[in-house]
């Protein structure tokens, strides 16, 4: 059964900087805990955790052991 994901276009701009952070974090095999989060993008903590909680939500990230990854995708890296 394929995971659905939400619609892209439904991401605010600021959802969608944390998302292509924690992707090119996630293309080395890394995962992006909220502290490289905070330095990497600034801004507030809160709204950092509203966006990754909204990408969580949609299926565009999931939970790794120490962070956060890509959800399921169809591009290569």
């Given at each position: 059964m394929e995971e659905r994901r939400g619609d892209v276009q439904e991401l605010s701009d600021f959802e969608l900087v944390v998302y292509e952070t924690v992707a090119e974090i996630?293309?080395?095999g890394a995962t992006a805990d909220l502290a490289?989060?905070?330095?990497?993008i600034g801004g507030p903590?809160?709204?950092?955790?509203?966006?990754?909680?909204?990408?969580?939500?949609?299926?565009?990230?999931?939970?790794?052991?120490?962070g956060f990854v890509l959800g399921p995708h169809d591009w290569a890296p």
């Open positions: 996630d293309k080395d490289t989060l905070n330095r990497l903590e809160e709204d950092i955790r509203a966006a990754l909680a909204h990408l969580l939500a949609v299926n565009h990230l999931r939970c790794g052991d120490a």
